[in-house]
């Protein structure tokens, strides 16, 4: 369409030339001036014709030029968004929110509870079954096996509070060893969209009470961030993190110490910088002494 419209090429005439640096640096400048479209998008374009360069590349290496001034362009830079996820007050609201008293706000209570705690997956959180509960009746030693990416198996042990009512739903809903716990107000298996819907539905009747979660986009792995952020926030070490939240590798789980100090960041702004005159703290005699020697 843009070549088409420009440069009066129609598909059917478009070569690997049209692709070119100034070719596509023009279409750059369209979609952010003509259409309006922000960074991530421009980018999702860029790279697609990127990909296809690099087929080209191979295929037919004597475009070669070109593509090496194609794949030279920069991506637009895009700030990242802040990883998002809930205090314990929003979580209390929305918890409130479940009315125990049917078996819907019954299940629904513990898949929240259950995410909170374990920051599972929602995969692995739908393929729990009785059997995968150990220790069940022991409440303050029970845990929950669940099964990754790779099948890779590992064991995650759970509240005291969050067992009781675990113990509570399994004997009031009468589930078999080899039944899942969630499922549907049809009988049958839960599924991801569901549990996506139902969080989505809890916590905008939650943000009454709670009304920052409406500027959230809660999702069934805001608990998963939240779980780890409360583990990185209690002293947690973040190679346990890591094992705990099923992690292949240190580096995925040490965007969780980033995103923690970007907020403690946000929080110190707000504070205000060396200026700000209701700064009171004056250091000690031993701390000024202390710094002096270094």
């Known amino acids: ?9 129609a598909a059917s005439n478009v070569e690997i030339n049209h692709l070119n640096r100034e070719y596509i640096q023009k279409f750059i400048e369209y979609l952010e001036d003509n259409r ?5 998008t421009i980018n999702n374009r860029l790279a697609a014709i990127k990909a296809f360069m690099k087929y080209v590349s191979e295929e037919a290496p004597e475009y070669s030029n070109t593509v090496h ?16 996820f809930i205090t314990k007050d929003e979580f209390k609201s929305m918890t ?4 125990t008293s049917t078996a819907i706000g019954s299940r629904d209570k513990l898949m929240l509870l259950l995410l909170y705690n374990t920051g599972a997956r929602v995969s692995e959180l739908l393929g729990v079954r009785r059997s995968d509960i150990i220790e069940l009746d022991n409440v303050s030693h029970t845990y929950v096996k669940f099964y990754g990416k790779g099948r890779k198996e590992r064991a995650v042990p759970i509240w005291r509070s969050t067992a009781s009512y675990l113990k509570k739903y399994v004997n009031t809903q009468k589930i078999r060893e080899d039944e899942h716990i969630f499922s549907n107000k049809n009988g049958d298996n839960l599924t991801r969209s569901g549990v996506r819907f139902r969080i989505t539905h809890i916590a905008q009747k939650a943000s009454v009470f709670s009304p920052t979660l409406a500027e959230k986009n809660i999702t069934p792995h805001t608990f998963r961030h939240s779980s780890a952020m409360n583990l990185l926030q209690s002293g947690v070490d973040i190679s346990t993190i890591a094992i705990w939240l099923g992690h292949s590798s240190i580096e995925t789980t040490h965007k969780y110490m980033t995103a923690d100090i970007e907020m403690k960041r946000k929080v110190m702004e707000t504070v205000g910088d060396m ?16 710094l002096k020697s270094l």
């Open 1 to 9: 369409m843009f070549l088409s419209k420009y440069y009066n090429i």
């Open 96 to 99: 409130d929110c479940c009315d």
């Open 69 to 84: 001034q194609t794949l030279m362009i920069p991506f637009q830079k895009q700030e990242k968004p802040m990883m998002c």
């Open 275 to 290: 200026g700000n005159t209701s700064y009171k703290y004056k250091p000690s005699n031993d701390i000024l002494a202390f």
């Open 36 to 40: 309006g479209n922000k960074a991530a």
